[in-house]
């Protein structure tokens, strides 16, 4: 372990205004983000974005149309994919089906003619951090799907790649062996210090294991943040809608003052938001606000919204509650569930608040929406 610590060589990747299209149709469009050396960034967004598009860029599988690629301080334009040093693993990379566990991990070594000894002495150290000791001299049909991938992980950094790039690495796998494998990755990850990408559509996976999240969507950034800031500071309707569950609600600025907003909402309703929104009157307005961001009671409240109660869950220490307004328009409402809480009969009408301090409010023009 020591071994490879010591002459890790991570290094910074930098992507500079990557574009690329497929035939006619943009599949990424002036994508730009780095990574410092060590750090593991993710890149989420919905099927079709161009995650995959970005990472086959950065390791050399396709040539974009255009924009820079660095990693460290090489430009990685003329390199082919095999000597840019990076380590690679995909949900359907299959290891070589009739090589041992041992000879698929010795591969990249015997590529880079790293001699016999060496090759054993390391392929034994990456079996061990992959926690793989016995296997070595199985193959890989003999082994779990968790096993495989944690063996593509290995042979991935036996080469001591200066970056990681992971695609839906775990995707294949059930939900507790996934959060398992993010576990040790992140263990692996943190202990080898490489610079690593991971792609993924799950934002939890993307949340539990990346330091920074690149939010795409439709071929473009539309954030790069830690993920409590995606979460608690969207900068797009679309990332607020994405990055966990958000209730939407439209309406038209109808004041703006010094110090606060009026919003009116499709039934007339007015909300008033306790700070100047940068809107001119007259805009049409999509509204957000987090499930745990709505308050219900039994009594009618000033700038209450009358709800009916469609259903009411509990899951595990909170209660989420999907909720209706008259106009057909959905709500879903949260609450920390205590000893005594009670759950409302479906159908019963409820009052419900909205945390106008925390809510977000975005341009509502058809091409902002998720
Ligand atoms: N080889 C290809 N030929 C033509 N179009 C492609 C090709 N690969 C991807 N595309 C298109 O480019 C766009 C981006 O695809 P990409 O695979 O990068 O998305 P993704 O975000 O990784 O999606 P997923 O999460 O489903 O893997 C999509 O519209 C896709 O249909």
Redesign the pocket.
Known sequence: MRDIADTKQSKRLSVRSLTHS??A?D??RDVSFDIEAGEIVALL????????????AVAGLIQPKAGRIELGDEDLAGVSARSRGIGMVFQNYALFPHLTVAENVAYPLACQKVPRAERRARVEEMLSLVRLEGFANRLPRELSGGQQQRVAVARAIAGRPSLLLL??PFGALDRALRFDLQVELLHLQRTLGITTLI?T?DQEEAQSLASRLVL?NK?QVEQIDTPMAVYDRPSTLFVNTFIGQANLLRGNVVRVDADRTEIALADGRVLHLPRRLNFTPGSPVAVTFRPEELRLSVTDGDAALPVRVTVSVPLGPSLVHDLVLADGTGLRASETRGPFTLLPAPSTTLFATIDTARCHVFPDAPDTTA
């Open positions: 497929y035939g149709q599949a990424i967004g919905p099927s079709g974005c161009g995650k995959s598009t970005v990472l086959r695609d839906e792609v559509h795409m071929g």
